[in-house]
């Protein structure tokens, strides 16, 4: 399928968590030294296909651990499949964790141009769209203070003006807009929108199941690492929330 932008096929994901009681960094070390440290494998991720097509927008449902986010990660490159395939055409500006990307002791000023950098983008473009990032974030007041300073609100602001600065192939938005204030939902909302109107992807996660109807004509729920339900947004939403009626 030629417009085929994310394509992922049979795909696991391990972790393992250190199994026992372990009361610090030392006990860690010595542990794992004398090899008394024992792990468990944990599938975060299990046998997932997912295709997603340019243009199109998925939302992402399921309650907390479910594995959402480590889908997300997966897809941008933050983590590696234990087995299975994963293949992704174009630009990401991933949102995937609050904060990320930012460091707490620079000020906004600074951020921006660090952020900028991690996404890929030059100095000399940072410079010529400062004013245009900080206009949407309406942070001008704020340029000069340590992030540190900073709400989760207005960091989230921060992010998203950066991440959506350019027009991105793929954009990833996790619970970003669950910290910011109702205007500014309505913002992101809307530059959302237009992103999607101009050929972008979107993948977003949300607990509000009616931002998800709002912004994505597709869904994929996930349920303790396994696809339970995917297709259209209200076919899939229904399902998902039937799952709590018995």
Known sequence: MSDLIIDIRNVSVRFNKASGNISGLKEYVIKMLKGELMFQEFLALKNI?????????????????????????????????????????GSISPLIELGAGFDPELTARENIFLNGALLGHSKSFMNLHFDKIVEFAELQE????????????????LGFSIATV??????IVDE????????????????????LNGGTTLLFVSHSIEQVKELCQNAI?????VIKAKGNVDDVSDIYMQSFNG
């Open 221 to 225: 729920w996930i349920d303790k690492g």
């Open 49 to 89: 296909d997912f295709q997603v097509c340019k243009g199109e927008s998925w939302g992402l449902i399921g309650t907390n651990g479910s594995g959402k986010s480590t889908l997300l990660k997966l897809i941008s490159g933050i983590i590696k499949p234990y087995k299975g395939s994963v293949v992704v055409h």
């Open 176 to 195: 970003v807009l669950a910290v910011g204030d109702f205007a500014f939902q309505q913002k992101c909302k809307a530059r959302m929108e237009e992103l």
């Open 166 to 171: 350019t027009k991105p192939d793929i954009l």
């Open 142 to 157: 704020f340029l000069d203070v340590p992030i540190k300073n900073f709400s989760s609100g207005m960091a989230a602001r």
